[in-house]
């Protein structure tokens, strides 16, 4: 189960780049830690749970989010969306966002997006009974999109999204130990 962490690091960044189809992100990374989580699942309880593969709806709802925050180049997520309207100021645009709310809109989209993927772990969670791994996904992810800057690239596939893939993977990992 530890490959969880380079597997899904990888995946999470291939369907980040360019030219590539988010699905590798989506369906990839959810498919892998229920594959994983039922083959484990099986050797602890010597019977493998469906309940493993309600992981990939929820990876995949969680994915497909998006943390885009709106400015003059971009309309944003729809996530990024609402939490520009509930944190902006009086009369303020996407294009004349201040750095300010652009800083706390990002910090919320990000930090809803780390809640949504730690809680698509729950059925991993409840198989091995240890719940830090959702605990773990949600403060990894938010931290490491707190520190890394966006613009790092290892070729073509940008270093954020392999830490947050690989922050999920291992907390994936925490929760089915």
């Known amino acids: 189960?530890?490959?969880?962490?380079p597997v899904c690091g990888c995946l999470w960044a291939y369907?980040?780049?360019d030219g590539t189809s988010k699905l590798w992100r989506r369906i990839g990374c959810g498919a892998y830690l229920s594959l994983m989580g039922y083959i484990i699942a099986g050797m602890m309880v010597?019977?493998?749970?469906?309940?493993?593969?309600?992981?990939l709806p929820l990876l995949w709802i969680a994915s497909s989010m998006g943390?885009?925050?709106?400015?003059?180049s971009d309309d944003g997520s729809p996530l990024g969306r609402l939490w520009f309207k509930i944190l902006k100021r009086?009369?303020?645009?996407?294009?004349?966002?201040?750095?300010?709310?652009?800083?706390?809109?990002n910090i919320a989209v990000r930090s809803s997006c780390a809640s949504l993927y730690s809680l698509s772990l729950i059925p991993l969670m409840?198989?091995?009974?240890?719940?830090?791994?959702?605990v773990f996904t949600f403060?990894?992810?938010?931290?490491?999109t707190a520190?890394?800057?966006?613009?790092?690239m290892i070729g073509k596939y940008n270093l954020e999204e392999f830490f947050v893939g690989a922050c999920i993977g291992f907390g994936a990992y925490l929760s089915i130990l």
Do not use: C, Y
Not at 46 to 55: D, L, R
Not at 67 to 72: E, I, K
């Open 1 to 5: 189960m530890l490959t969880a962490v």
């Open 15 to 17: 369907g980040g780049a």
């Open 46 to 55: 010597s019977w493998p749970t469906w309940q493993v593969w309600a992981v």
């Open 67 to 72: 943390w885009g925050v709106p400015d003059s």
């Open 90 to 105: 009086k009369n303020e645009t996407r294009f004349n966002m201040s750095e300010d709310t652009h800083r706390r809109v």
């Open 126 to 134: 409840v198989i091995g009974n240890w719940w830090l791994g959702g």
């Open 139 to 144: 403060f990894s992810v938010v931290l490491v």
């Open 147 to 152: 520190i890394i800057k966006t613009d790092h």
